[in-house]
T-cell receptor, first 115, second 110 residues
Framework: GAGVSQSPSNKVTEKGKDVELRCDPI?????LYWYRQSLGQGLEFLIY????????KSGLPSDRFSAERTGGSVSTLTIQRTQQEDSAVYLC?????????????FGQGTRLTVV | GQSLEQPSEVTAVEGAIVQINCTYQ??????LSWYQQHDGGAPTFLSY????GLEETGRFSSFLSRSDSYGYLLLQELQMKDSASYFC???????????FGAGTRLAVHP
């Protein structure tokens, strides 16, 4: 596709359930980011993948959160035993990843609601 | 740690000029970007400063001073459609890690 694609666009889940959020980056982009945005708030960094390097997981809020990126392309963010405070929009972005390739392209996000 | 500070809200009238400031503390700083986000939408890239000075793109300009760890976004000839949130974002490290500020909500009034 032409842009970053995220699925599902909306997810309602019961507290305690696990959820998986998917991100398809722009083809050829080596850098991939996950952010979390609560209503009216900023973008909270979660995790960053760059090529074959070890991901920067410094933003993951707890060990209930994990992410992987298979084959340097599609990424999945998994939240285990969801809590109500996990409710937010989860945004994925990708960029070419080269030095000086600074523009990040965002998907439309997945709105997660934990009830 | 890494942090970026920007005002939470700015209000202006159509046709005016507004400046949104951003100060940062980040290790391995590489450059400063600006993004726009309309309500319910995804952030979109506006500009990037890798070097000190002013970058101009149409009605929008962005400035960076590395010695002051400071930058700003200047919006001229404001239009109603400019009402949105604006985020500064620091690029750091060797691989373009991107950290965002909390955002500035701009309201443009007639």
């Amino acid at each position: 596709g032409a842009g970053v694609s995220q699925s599902p666009s909306n997810k309602v889940t019961e507290k305690g359930k696990d959820v998986e959020l998917r991100c398809d980056p722009i083809s050829g982009h080596t850098a991939l980011y996950w952010y979390r945005q609560s209503l009216g708030q900023g973008l909270e960094f979660l995790i960053y993948f760059q090529g074959n390097s070890a991901p920067d997981k410094s933003g993951l809020p707890s060990d209930r959160f994990s992410a992987e990126r298979t084959g340097g392309s599609v990424s999945t963010l998994t939240i285990q035993r969801t809590q109500q405070e996990d409710s937010a929009v989860y945004l994925c972005a990708s960029s070419p990843g080269g030095t000086g390739d600074v523009e990040a392209f965002f998907g439309q996000g997945t709105r997660l609601t934990v009830v | 740690g890494q942090s970026l500070e920007q005002p939470s809200e700015v209000t202006a009238v159509e046709g005016a000029i507004v400046q949104i400031n951003c100060t940062y503390q980040t290790s391995g700083f590489y450059g400063l970007s600006w993004y726009q986000q309309h309500d319910g939408g995804a952030p979109t890239f506006l500009s990037y400063n890798g070097l000190d000075g002013l970058e101009e793109t149409g009605r929008f300009s962005s400035f960076l001073s590395r010695s002051d760890s400071y930058g700003y976004l200047l919006l001229q000839e404001l239009q109603m459609k400019d009402s949105a949130s604006y985020f500064c974002a620091a690029i750091s490290g060797g691989y373009n890690k991107l950290i965002f500020g909390a955002g500035t909500r701009l309201a443009v009034h007639p």
